[in-house]
């Protein structure tokens, strides 16, 4: 059974006064551990996809399957449940919440699905050493690099262990070697957890670094490469 | 749930200065309305008190009739045994039997309707303070006769003094008219307009004479050593005189616009505090809202992340929670603090004499607090900066996770 699997996809929202098709039928499979980008210019519908992948928008037509479950037309409680247990994601920035620690931070998800104090307290310590930030797992986001803050964002997405992590253009704020850190790190997780992780991109190295990259143009893939 | 108070808490303080100016407005708000049921209540208080001990006394035993329509007509002999049972009770201060009457009281060249007040001296001293209120000239005694007591305001007004001589003319006992010429031994002044130009006292006896009561007085005036008893004491005071003749009435029934303004006192309150209230709410609303608008990408990260709604609510709930209590803590010590300084040391109204002459209150006021008052204002404010807070907080549980996520900053 696929991890993710969309069927003629598509997603129209009004931008002012004018319709837009963001995706027009996308049949797309993921199996799990899979490294994928999803690549195109602005406007392609990468964005669109991941956050229909992600159950934070919904389709206008087709379906989305997650693990097994169909998550198209699904309420709104029973999606953050989806989104809560398994799902991770990373955002472009502001990722994290600004009041609380790294530590803290990680913690944030395990609290919500209601992971005991010190349980959750001892894997935050753990991950975020993982990630290289043991020693400042006590700062703020606001102490952080902008590298660090991803890293934290990286580790609260993988924490409760996940089906899949969902990144949307995570290196885009970082400069190059920063950048590259982090797709290591998180091609570690991958290869190491098995975590299946899919970015949206238009940064050349996340491609570089991927397993397959799907490019969409126009709301439709344009190509589908395993490498 | 410790996360999420300590976001809460942290929250409040990403913008210190618009919580310290929403804080700040709430607790003097809450510290004004604590300040202005203190100054109501010393206000109340002191208006009875003033009136019990400048003429009232708690209790009075008169002819029957005679508090509705004052006529000499309901003179009555003292009550047998009365006085025994009045010297004998614990909590009689002091009590007079006294004889009062309406009359004209004339100089060579005024006139002026006013209450003639027929006391025993040593009795009086000790039953109001009229005797303490001697301005000029001495108080009356009971071995000289034909000497008269008025009031600083009536003075001016007939433009008389101390040594001067007074007629006083009145309907007597029976339809005659009396009258009888008196000089002014003192002159008082109670610090009540209304009151010191009305009263004249004379000798009891000089009084029964002009009014042709033989040994009839008017009343018995009682003091009590708290005026909480008052009302027990009538009770056990009526079961002793004859009810046909004479009734037994406390201060509440000779001052039913005192009472009326007691009980009145939380209604005179309504629109100030409805007024604060209102202010409180739009304050908190405003607060949260500005404070969920600029969390929004965050709030969007958080619901993505999968925070559920409830959660969500509780969290601005909670931030609404924290400043409650800040502003309730602060603003009712500050309150009460205000309040018990003032009611220790009492709060000088002089400069605004005149007018709390005309009022009959004292010059000094000393304001209280009941604690049942700080406790109904402080979970009020509290109440409503919780209830005004659902609305930025359902405002923010319904924004959606992929829209929300969109606006940064």
Known sequence: ?227 | MKILLQMAWHNIWRNKRRAIILLCAMSAGLAGVLFCMGFVNGWLDQMVESSVNRCEGHLRVMGLGYNENPLIEYAFEPVPDLAATLDEHNHVKAWANRVVAQGMLSTASKSYVVNVVGIEPERERALSIVAGSICEGVFLDSAVSGKALIGARLAEKLKTKVGKKVVIVSQQFGGDMGSGAYRIAGIFDTHSAGFDESHVYVLRSDAQELLGLGDRITETTIMLDKIEVAEAFAGELKCQVPTDDVEVLTWKDRMPFAVQSLEMSGRYMIPFLGLFYIAMAFGTVNTLHMAVSERTHEIGVMRAIGMNRLRLVLLILFESFFLAVIAVVVGSTVGWAIIACFGASGMDLSMLAAGMDYLGVERVLYPYLESSQVVGASVTTFVIAILFSLFPAIRAARLAPVEAIRQVG
Not at chain 1, 2 to 23: R, S
Not at chain 1, 24 to 49: H, Y
Not at chain 1, 67 to 78: E, F, L, P, V, Y
Not at chain 1, 202 to 227: A, C, F, N, W
């Open chain 1, 1 to 227: 059974m696929p991890l993710i699997q969309t069927q003629a996809l598509k997603k129209d929202y009004l931008d002012g006064k004018t319709w837009v098709n963001a995706l027009r039928g996308i049949d797309v499979t993921i199996e799990q551990g899979e490294f994928a980008a999803i690549a195109g210019p602005s406007g392609s519908g990468k964005t669109t996809l991941l956050n229909l992948i992600g159950g934070l928008d919904t389709a206008t037509s087709g379906s989305v399957h997650l693990d097994g479950d169909d998550i198209t037309n699904m309420r709104s409680r029973h999606l953050n449940k989806i989104r809560l247990h398994k799902i991770g994601f990373v955002f472009q920035a502001y990722n994290l919440i600004p009041v609380l620690t790294a530590q803290e931070n990680v913690e944030f998800t395990m609290m919500l699905q209601g992971c005991p104090a010190p349980e959750r307290r001892a894997r935050a310590a753990e991950i975020l050493e993982q990630v290289g930030l043991g020693e400042n797992m006590h700062r703020r986001p606001p102490a952080l690099s902008g590298g660090q803050q991803q890293r934290v964002a990286v580790a609260r997405a993988i924490v409760t262990h996940p089906k899949i992590v969902l990144a949307d253009e995570p290196t885009a704020n970082l400069d190059s070697g920063t950048g590259s850190k982090l797709l290591d790190l998180m091609r570690e997780l991958n290869e190491q957890k098995n975590v299946t992780f899919i970015f949206s991109t238009h940064d050349p190295m996340v491609m570089e670094y991927s397993r397959r990259l799907i490019r969409l143009q126009d709301g439709k893939i344009k190509t589908d490469e395993r490498k």
